[in-house]
């Protein structure tokens, strides 16, 4: 399943040194590979092939064209033959968009019995590929460097994750977050700099009073509700006596008047808070689920950053198997041998990390002072899973990334919300003080369908820290990480 909307462009240096029949072979050849890469099922997006470079004027032409291309997600640059690298000053400096440095050779084997000099010229990437590499690095470029054939398919892959992190990217450039309401009181991690965040992470953050959204569900029709409920009906596990409730009759109303608010605005991620609910009777629930399993990116108690990690591990994920959502860790487990962690929140999360029918349930909610919330009811599948948290350091964003097992969870009939049931690598003891010291946040995006490596690339691609807590997470190492980490970033320019 190919998003043919989110392009990478492929583009192969070589000189004109060669002559013009080398250089035929040379354009011929990167054809090739460019629409093998663009075949590829491990490769998410389209490949797009470009001409082959040979002077400096064609190849910062190119990475200005790529720098203003909505859909060019970032490059696969390739050194075919000898490509001098001061040509390539000026392109790379004026870059904007995530680079991928391919280093592979057009002919996979050496024919030992009739190896000759032309083989050599065309199979010359072993040292091409290795001055292109020098002048990244001398312009302390950040790039993802793949090695292997063109039809490895370890290569293959390796580009294939770092092209969901380039179409994360991509899509922060015209994310907008709709915050309604400001965040919970006194809470620290929600908070942060959203000038700092759009001039890192692109992403825009617009405020609401709560009083807007209220409108705009005071604007929804009858009819709107009715084709909401049979959908209700048709979707979930749901008595004919909770779908005629005037708790989901309500729910429907907010779902509907959110949907409009979000598209009239044009966002794809946004917040709410229980503390802030003037104009609406209950806590929105049910809605923010099924926006979130629509694509949307959610945040509770205005956490903007998390609601925008979701929609762009959303975006991420597309295709994959399973699903992504707001997640909070909830309670423990802490029996010495089998401690585990249970994720959930007051009401939202996204249905798409179960693949049974939820149960669409009215009850009170404890906190917020309204009235009793409808919701979806599940347990998500089992199996690995990610939780990332983006946190604001000051100076910085930090991504922290813990890999889980999620497990089978015993029945828990008086648990009124969705919930996972997980146990963090290396074990919950060594994961929660890594977390802590790291500064992780309790909200977080949690994925199945995403890898440590989906995010670690997604960092790199937007200069960000990556802490990754995974099977060998050492805690007294990963203390030294964070002190380490602490100064690179401050003697780091911005
Ligand atoms: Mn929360």
Known sequence: MKNKKVELWFVTGSQHLYGEETLKQVESDSGTIAEALDRSDDIPVKVVFKPVLTTADAITSICLEANNSPDCAGLIAWMHTFSPAKMWISGLKRLQKPLLHFHTQFNRDIPWSDIDMDFMNLNQSAHGDREFGFICTRLGLERKVVVGHWQDKEALKAIGTWSRAAAGALEARSLKVARFGDNMRDVAVTEGDKVSAQMHLDYEVHGYGVGDLADAVGKVSDRQISTLLRQYGDEYNAPAKTLASPAVREAARIEAGMRAFLEEGGFKAFTTNFEDLHGLVQLPGLAVQRLMADGYGFGAEGDWKTAALVRIMKVMAEGLEGGTSFMEDYTYHLEPQNM???????????PS????KPALEVHPLGIGGRDDPARLVFKADTGKAIAASMIEMGDRFRLIVNNLKV??????????????????????????????????????????????????EYAAITGTEFILIDQKCVIELLRKELRWNDLYYRMKPA
């Open 340 to 350: 585990t962690a249970l994720g959930a929140h007051m009401l939202e999360v996204c």
């Open 407 to 456: 497990v089978e969870c015993p029945p828990m009939p008086m648990l009124p919300v969705a919930s996972v049931l997980w146990k963090p690598e290396p074990d919950l003891r060594t994961a929660a003080a890594a977390w802590i010291y790291a500064g992780g946040a309790h909200h977080t995006g949690f994925s199945q369908s995403l890898t440590a490596e989906h995010m670690a």
């Open 353 to 356: 990390i179960s693949s049974g």
